[in-house]
C-alpha cells in the first residue's frame, strides 16, 4: 500500500460534533479532502450549511444533524440518526467544546455543569452508541479534542480543566475497552487556536501576550495544524497510536 493510500480516508465515514465552526468546520473541509463522507453535527444550522456546500464541493456526501448536545438525550439521538442513514460511522471526531473562563469563586453551577456536558458527557455518549458497529466491523478510529489544559493549570479554566482532564482520562479507558476491537482512540490537545472561542478566551491582548509568551514556537496554532494532526490520528498510518494526548501546542507543555 502506497503513503498516500495509508494516510487517505477515501471510502470512510466521519462524524465530526462541533462542525459549524472553528476547528471543526476547517475540519470537515480537511477529511473531505482527505476522501472522507462527512456527518456534521452542531446547533447552528446557518454554519452547517456552509460546511455541507464546502465537503460537497470536494466530492464528499454530507449529512447534517443539528443537535444540542448540553441536552441529555441529544448526543444519542444524534448517532442513532447518523447511524440509521448510514449504517456504520468509521471516524469520530468529539470536538464540540464550550469555555466560561471565570475564576472558580466567581463560576456558577449551571455552567459547570453545561461544560461538563458538552465537553466530557456528550463524547461518551456518541462514542458508546457508534462503537458496537466498529466493533463488529473491527475497525474503528475515535479522536476526542481535549486542550493544553489538561496538562497545565490555567487560571479561569477550572470547569474547562475538569472536562477536558477527564476527556484524556475517558480516552485511556476507551482505548483499554476497544483496542482490543481495532478501534484507535486518542486525544489532540491543542494550545491557543483562533477560533470563536480562541477570540472569546484570548482576544484582550492583555491576555494574549503573555501567553504567548509562554510558547517556545512564539505563536498560536492555526486551526489547519490542528486538523491534519487530527487527519493522522484518523488514517490507517496511526493504527498503533492508542490512548495517547498528541499535544499541538508549539512547545508549551514541553518546557
Ligand atoms: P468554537 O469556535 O467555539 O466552536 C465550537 C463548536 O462546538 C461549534 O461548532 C459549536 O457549534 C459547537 N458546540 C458548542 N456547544 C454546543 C452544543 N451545546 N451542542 C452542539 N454543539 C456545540 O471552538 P473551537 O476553538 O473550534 O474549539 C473546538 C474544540 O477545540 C473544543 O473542544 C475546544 O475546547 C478545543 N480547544 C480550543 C482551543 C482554542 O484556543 N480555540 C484550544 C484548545 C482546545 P454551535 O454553536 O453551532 O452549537
Known sequence: MSVTDRFSLSGKKALVTGASKGIGTEL??????????????????????????AVEARGRRCLVIPADLGQPEAPERAA??????WGTIDILVNNAGVSFPKLMVDQTIAEWDLIQAVNLRAPWLIARTLVPAMMAQKSG???NVSSQTSAVALTEHGA?????NGLNGLTKVMTAEWAPYNIQCNTVCPTVTMTPMGQQ???????????????????????????DVILFLCSQASDMINGQDIFVDGGYTAV
Request: charged share 20%; hydrophobic share 50%; with cysteine.
Open 28 to 53: 470537515c473541509s480537511v477529511l473531505a479532502e482527505a476522501g472522507a463522507d462527512i456527518v456534521a453535527l452542531a446547533r447552528d444550522q446557518a454554519g452547517l450549511a456552509e460546511v455541507q456546500k
Open 80 to 85: 442513532r440518526e447518523a447511524l440509521a442513514a
Open 141 to 143: 478510529k475515535i479522536v
Open 160 to 164: 474547562y480543566a475538569a472536562s477536558k
Open 201 to 227: 478566551v484570548w482576544g484582550d491582548p492583555a491576555k494574549l501576550g503573555p501567553m504567548v509568551a509562554k510558547i517556545p514556537a512564539g505563536r498560536v496554532a492555526q486551526t489547519v495544524e490542528v486538523c
